[in-house]
């Protein structure tokens, strides 16, 4: 009889597990499953004696001429048997009829859902809000049928999905806690180069303050002197030979047309200096646990000054500001946020060439390359008549580069908003995070080939 079996139902086979290490990236065909496809026309008994002969087999797949039809697992069928009076009915009846009466909800699942979200869709089978596929606790047992992309089914036991799951939850756990320490260490890294270059600029900004403030003096004395020899001239009929000789020396008509210049450009130098100090101070600043107004063009002209000695006269620039009230955040965080994205933009265009040369067909027209700063305040209108419209603040950093593709973009977005957490946190994803989680505010990014990229930010107005 069992020879009568194996001639109408193929044995089944057991795909090997990949080789590679499971990540959080994981899916479920890296894992074993079982391939077993049993036509409907077959008897009870005949599918008993199978799964007598494979114990290792959580249930098969049912098939009418070749088509997937369901599933039924092994705990559902030995149900059915339990019953004496129903053993001798069920095992004389096609496995159509089988089905009819042990069918329960068959949880689906493409090959490429990953292990996490697989885990996930199993536990929640028997809290189904409806009720014909609604299952019971015991059902949580019943194994996995799998589409996979050949467009054939297998079923992958529970079991192994809850091993699979513990432990990429304890990569995850130990991911977290590796994560939680790296950013304390960066955190007080942080702190600790705050403190160092408030110090620094304090050391900096007092000299500096010495000679801005005695710059004035040093001017007014100059041309005092000035004054006084030239009163010497009118008063003496001769210029004594020797003096004549000294003035020819030191290029006194020289001196007198040039020290002006010179005072005014060191006192130039000085207020460079002082607000270079003053931008690095800002930018370094050490938050608060409470927010404070912020004046965004601040924050911006402190960056542009920051990031001027890298751009050079390479890049442009330009800054279209609107008059705009403080907003409540936290100075530190902004300041980042702004040399991230001033600095992303800046990448972006020193990156155009090199994509140009690799592309001759580009149609990138051959202007200068820059950035374009933008600010502006708007209201949004709100569908509920109880809540007053809502005012944001925009700012629009925008560069001319050689953009990115849409597929590109919406993976970027995608990175951002689902804050992965197998991999290292970008600049980027931290700007996104402390402007939309911290702030309150939106963070969008628009791009396309040739045009270059956009990015906006809205931070609202309380």
């Given at each position: 009889m069992l020879h009568q079996i194996h001639e109408r139902i193929l044995p089944p086979s057991l795909s090997t597990a990949s080789d590679v290490d499971l990540s959080l990236d994981s899916r479920i065909e890296e894992l074993p499953m079982y391939s077993s496809a049993v036509e409907i026309s077959f008897t009870g008994e005949e599918l008993g004696k199978y799964l007598d002969k494979y114990p290792q087999l959580p249930g098969v797949i049912l098939v009418e001429g070749g088509i997937y039809y369901g599933m039924i697992s092994r705990r559902r069928f030995l149900e059915l048997l339990i019953n004496p009076q129903c053993k001798e009915f069920f095992f004389q009846q096609p496995l159509s009829v089988i089905y009819s009466y042990a069918r329960t909800a068959i949880l689906q699942l493409p090959a490429n859902t990953h292990i996490l979200k697989a885990m996930q869709l199993a536990l929640?089978?028997?809290?189904?809000?409806?009720?014909?596929?609604?299952?019971?606790?015991?059902?949580?047992?019943?194994?996995?049928?799998?589409q996979n992309s050949d467009h054939t089914y297998s079923l992958l036991d529970i079991q192994e999905l809850h091993l699979a799951a513990w432990?990429?939850?304890?990569?995850?756990?130990?991911?977290?806690?590796?994560r939680s320490q790296v950013q304390v260490i960066q955190n007080e890294k942080m702190a600790s180069l705050g403190r160092l270059v408030d110090g620094?600029?304090?050391?900096?900004?007092?000299?500096?303050?010495?000679?801005?403030?005695?710059?004035?003096?040093?001017?007014?004395?100059?041309?005092?002197l000035l004054k006084l020899i030239d009163a010497y001239e009118q008063e003496l009929p001769e210029i004594p030979e020797d003096i004549s000789l000294l003035k020819e020396e030191i290029e006194f008509d020289f001196l007198e047309k040039d020290l002006s210049q010179v005072l005014s450009s060191v006192k130039t130098g000085a207020e460079r200096l002082k607000k270079m100090v003053t931008s690095l101070q800002n930018f370094c600043h050490l938050d608060a646990i409470y927010q404070k107004p912020i004046d965004i063009h601040s924050c911006i002209d402190n960056i542009i000054l920051l990031i001027k000695s890298r751009v050079k006269k390479e890049i442009q620039i330009i800054t279209n500001y609107d008059v705009l009230p403080p907003v409540l955040g936290f100075p530190g965080e902004l300041h980042q946020v702004f040399m991230t994205l001033v600095s992303y933009a800046v990448d972006n265009l020193l990156?155009?060439?090199?994509?140009?040369?690799?592309?001759?067909?580009?149609?990138?027209?051959?202007?200068?390359?820059?950035?374009?700063?933008?600010?502006?305040?708007?209201?949004?209108?709100?569908?509920?008549?109880?809540?007053?419209?809502?005012?944001?603040?925009?700012?629009?950093i925008a560069d001319n580069g050689a953009g990115i593709s849409e597929a590109e973009q919406q993976e970027i977005l995608a990175l951002l908003a689902a804050g992965k957490k197998s991999e290292p946190e970008t600049s980027l994803?931290?700007?996104?995070?402390i402007i939309t989680t911290r702030h309150g505010g939106?963070?969008?990014l628009r791009s396309q080939l040739g045009q270059g990229t956009e990015i906006e930010i809205l931070l609202p107005l309380l």
């Open positions: 929640r089978r028997c809290s189904s809000g409806d009720p014909l596929l609604r299952t019971s606790p015991e059902a949580l047992t019943e194994p996995i049928v799998v432990l990429l939850q304890g990569i995850e756990t130990q991911i977290r806690y590796e620094i600029t304090h050391e900096i900004l007092d000299p500096v303050g010495f000679i801005w403030g005695n710059l004035t003096y040093v001017s007014n004395y100059s041309q005092d990156n155009t060439p090199s994509r140009h040369q690799l592309n001759p067909e580009s149609h990138l027209e051959k202007e200068q390359p820059k950035i374009e700063i933008t600010t502006s305040v708007i209201s949004r209108d709100m569908t509920n008549d109880n809540i007053p419209d809502s005012r944001w603040i925009v700012i629009c994803a931290l700007s996104y995070r939106e963070f969008n």
